[in-house]
């Protein structure tokens, strides 16, 4: 064990005691106020309902009781604020800094108990996602509470919750020096273990490299989950939208015992002959094709027995023509059995994704009356805006979905779904998604304003979502196409409230032209000659990595595009920069949608816009937030070097109303919230717990813990 280096940051208020045992339709996790789970509860709400001593009329009482920082956990750790901590019998744990070091901490005083760090390996260095690390998993396992985290080099770790270290007699020796003979599995040969280029390969497996830069990479970004003594675990890959080649291994969900480390199942992402949707990859790219990672966190519903995972898209996400078909299982929410690895049910939100649609939130798992039928529902987010309620034990839709007609692709050779799935109810985050930028939709607070908008739109042709990137060149009496996105990402997830099965999602607008695609005739301009010798890869400094062996037939090109044209600074459409809205799911209706934080300057003393009463369009920083008792905690990230402060410059904590998003109370805080949040009792003082941190302000991110004056 060694002395800590510190970690991602992360703001703890403390309240004072009063919790009961779990709500009514809440997951378990919350239990004697723990937080055992990223999201609080298996169900991922990232709310504590029944921590109610917090109130409005004691919220401005908070105060900085002890801060715990992070800048010594390595370069960039003030980027790497995503881990939310889980909570256990009066420890936080978390990860942090790209080397996703695994910190435990004293809840009371801030002290780090121990740190774990993985021994350095060339796989860690090609790795893509070291700033992406999302937290830990926790369990307790004959009697002893156990940590589990992916890392980077995409092993499984199982650590001793008291002493950091790793458990003994669980996993199996990984061939490395600078391992631990016990406490660690390599996940890769499971993985690799059944796919046809591997088996095809016929070298030896190296454990220092991972898989063959050749046929691909993995890592991991999510942590894992535990479910009835299942670890499942889920991986990741470089970004598809920065991937060129056609070639990688796919990321497989793979289950573990818990207790021993042995491998129980895995779950073909990409279904081989004779699984359940091999027929929707065509052209036999399923022998291929890979990724399919799992950003997001997942949920679990342990007395049904399933995991609930999402999914993104395979290989070269820009094009698709090397994998045409609807390319299941990509771009679903999917239901595992957790014994087994079996489908259950899945949803495919999207098909073909072309347009960075990978879907960012973990499912919510919430209990709903849907006219007067009581409904075990799962509740997912995208980042277009739309919102799909289903029911999580059969994965029905709860009110209808239909497929809409939407813009196929003009690239030859390339794969577009002629339709796409629009839920019925609830009703997007931003209506703007239906139909683009429509009358009602333009900057036309002025006359002028209004002209210069239908003048520049008249070179575009405009639509809503999944607007594929045209041909370079092409012969089309307009620009460029126009797509507009209305949701959410994975910085500012939504949460929801099982007492009442309000949801509470933060949303912003985009408008922009996707830019075009060109042949490349095989050649990778950007990245140079595809297969670097294992001698060539040790030595080199750190960097994306190019993997496979086949250029895609198309990639990003022409003149430079992405953003349409404003009016001398002004958008040509009415911005929502951040706003915050809130569903009834029982119903499926929108309660309040207000705007978050101030509108920036720019837009609100442009000469154009002198003397015009013009709406709030909110701030540029994301919304965070979380339920505690009856408060709808909030506060807004630093995006742009712009948050929401008071008349001192600070940033502020606020305690809305859950029903109408009114502001009770506030109070000021050290730096910006970021990502997240959480709540725990200790000690009879129950705390939130918020990831903060900026590096546009130079603050590293943090853990600031507040609680009520004594």
């Given at each position: ?250 990321g497989d969900i793979m289950g573990y015992d818990a207790a021993t480390g042995a491998h129980l199942w895995k779950f073909h992402v990409i279904p081989r002959p004779g699984e359940f949707g091999h027929e929707t990859w065509e052209n036999d790219a399923w022998r291929w094709s890979g990724d399919m990672s799992q950003w997001a966190p997942a949920s679990a ?309 002198e003397g015009v009463d013009v709406p709030e369009f909110g701030g540029t920083g994301h919304s965070i937030q979380m339920v505690v008792g009856d408060l709808l905690v909030q506060t807004t990230e630093d995006l742009r070097g712009e948050t929401e402060t008071n008349e001192n410059g600070m940033p502020m904590l606020h305690a809305r109303d859950k029903r ?51």
């Amino acid at each position: 064990m060694k002395r800590p280096r510190l970690v991602s940051g992360i703001l703890a208020l403390a309240v004072l005691p009063g919790l009961a045992s779990r709500g009514a339709g809440q997951q378990p996790g919350l239990e004697n106020g723990e937080w055992r789970y990223l999201g609080g509860d298996a169900g991922n709400t990232r709310s504590a309902p029944l921590l109610d001593r917090i109130d409005a009329s004691n919220f401005s009482d908070l105060a900085v009781a002890w801060t715990w920082r992070g800048d010594n956990f390595g370069p960039g750790v003030e980027y790497t604020v995503r881990a939310t901590p889980v909570f256990v019998d009066g420890v936080l744990y978390t990860v942090a800094g790209q080397r996703r070091q695994v910190v435990a901490i004293d809840a009371g005083t801030g002290e780090t108990l121990w740190t774990f760090r993985e021994p350095e390996t060339m796989r860690y260095l090609r790795s893509p996602r070291t700033d992406f690390g999302k937290g830990v998993a926790y369990a307790e396992v004959n009697g002893r509470g156990v940590v589990y985290v992916t890392s980077p080099a995409f092993f499984l770790w199982a650590l001793d919750a008291r002493t950091g270290r790793p458990l003994e007699d669980w996993g199996a020796p990984v061939g490395l020096d600078a391992f631990s003979e016990t406490g660690v599995v390599d996940l890769i040969p499971d993985l690799m273990a059944d796919w046809e280029p591997w088996l095809e390969w016929n070298e030896p497996y190296d454990a220092d490299l991972g898989v063959p830069q050749r046929l691909g990479m993995v890592t991991s970004s999510a942590p894992p989950i535990v479910v009835n003594g299942v670890v499942v675990v889920l991986s990741g890959h470089e970004p598809s939208y920065d991937q060129t080649r056609i070639e990688n291994v796919p990321g497989d969900i793979m289950g573990y015992d818990a207790a021993t480390g042995a491998h129980l199942w895995k779950f073909h992402v990409i279904p081989r002959p004779g699984e359940f949707g091999h027929e929707t990859w065509e052209n036999d790219a399923w022998r291929w094709s890979g990724d399919m990672s799992q950003w997001a966190p997942a949920s679990a519903d342990p007395a049904l027995g399933l995991v609930y995972v999402v999914t993104n898209a395979s290989t070269v996400q820009s094009y698709t023509g090397h994998r045409p078909g609807d390319n299941l299982i990509g771009g679903s929410v999917l239901a595992l059995d957790v014994e087994t690895g079996r489908r259950r049910w899945h949803y495919q939100i999207h098909r073909s994704d072309q347009w960075n649609y990978d879907i960012p939130t973990a499912p919510i798992l919430l209990d709903l009356t849907v006219e007067g039928r009581s409904i075990p529902a799962l509740i997912q987010n995208t980042k277009q805006g739309l919102i799909f309620a289903l029911d999580r034990e059969t994965g029905e839709p709860i009110w209808p979905i239909e497929d809409r007609a939407v813009f196929e692709t003009q690239v030859p050779g390339n794969y577009t779904a002629a339709t796409q799935p629009y839920p019925s109810r609830p009703a997007p985050l931003d209506p703007i998604v239906w139909d683009g930028i429509t009358e009602a939709f333009l900057f036309d607070y002025t006359p002028v304003l209004k002209e210069r908008a239908e003048e520049i739109l008249s070179e575009f042709r405009v639509g809503g979502l999944y607007v594929p990137p045209l041909p370079w060149p092409h012969d089309n009496d307009y620009v460029n196409v126009v797509g507009c996105l209305g949701g959410l990402n994975i910085y500012h997830p939504p949460i929801a409230d099982p007492t009442t099965g309000i949801m509470y999602a933060p949303h912003n607008r985009s408008c922009s032209a996707p830019g075009y695609l060109a042949p490349t005739n095989g050649i990778d301009e950007e990245r140079g000659l595809p297969g670097l010798s294992a001698e060539a890869w040790r030595g080199r400094e750190r960097h994306t990595p190019t993997t496979g062996t086949t250029v895609a037939a198309w990639a990003p090109g022409g003149p430079a595009t992405g953003g349409l044209p404003s009016i001398d600074g002004l958008p040509v459409y009415k911005p929502l920069f951040q706003g915050l809205a809130a569903y009834d799911m029982n119903t499926g209706e929108r309660l309040w949608d207000i705007p978050i934080g101030r509108t920036p300057e720019r837009i609100r003393n442009h000469p154009l816009l002198e003397g015009v009463d013009v709406p709030e369009f909110g701030g540029t920083g994301h919304s965070i937030q979380m339920v505690v008792g009856d408060l709808l905690v909030q506060t807004t990230e630093d995006l742009r070097g712009e948050t929401e402060t008071n008349e001192n410059g600070m940033p502020m904590l606020h305690a809305r109303d859950k029903r109408t998003g009114e502001i009770l109370a506030s109070v000021e805080i050290p730096v910006p919230g970021q990502y997240g949040m959480m709540t725990y009792m200790h000690d009879g003082r129950p705390y939130i717990v918020v990831q903060s941190g900026s590096a546009r302000r130079g603050q590293p991110g943090a853990l600031v813990a507040l609680t009520l004056r004594d």
